[in-house]
């Protein structure tokens, strides 16, 4: 079982900078591909980005890429995303997951959720 919790969100005005954190406890962190999504009120939850559990390849969705970068480190249990230059259309709850496959992590189903944190930006 992985439990994982995000921190980090809050409220920014247009064209600032945000880190989320989502720690995870487990012992194999390590062997879990990461991601973040987010949904916004109204909307179906979307994709935002990912990270293989070696952290040599990411993805991400074509409205954050530039600006947000998705980031791991394994020593401390822990997947980050770096999100600069945030839009009003950036605002949302932000979901971390977890999948023991890339594939499923980024395409569903996936193994795991956090709780979500909040992301607001004012415009």
């Known amino acids: 079982q992985v439990q994982l919790v995000e921190s980090g969100g809050g409220v920014v005005q247009t064209g600032g900078s945000l880190r989320l954190s989502c720690a995870a406890s487990?012992?194999?962190?390590?062997?879990?591909?990461l991601g973040w999504f987010r949904q916004a009120p109204g909307k179906e939850r979307e994709f935002v980005a990912a990270i293989t559990r070696s952290t040599s390849t990411t993805s991400y969705s074509d409205s954050v890429k530039g600006r947000f970068t998705i980031s791991r480190d394994n020593a401390k249990n822990t997947v980050y995303l770096q999100m600069n230059i945030l839009k009003p259309e950036d605002s949302g709850v932000y979901y971390c997951?977890?999948?023991?496959?890339?594939?499923?992590?980024?395409?569903?189903?996936?193994?795991?959720w956090g709780q979500g944190t909040q992301v607001t930006v004012s415009s």
């Open positions: 487990v012992r194999t962190f390590s062997r879990y591909a």
């Open positions: 997951a977890a999948d023991s496959s890339y594939g499923s992590l980024v395409s569903g189903p996936q193994d795991y």
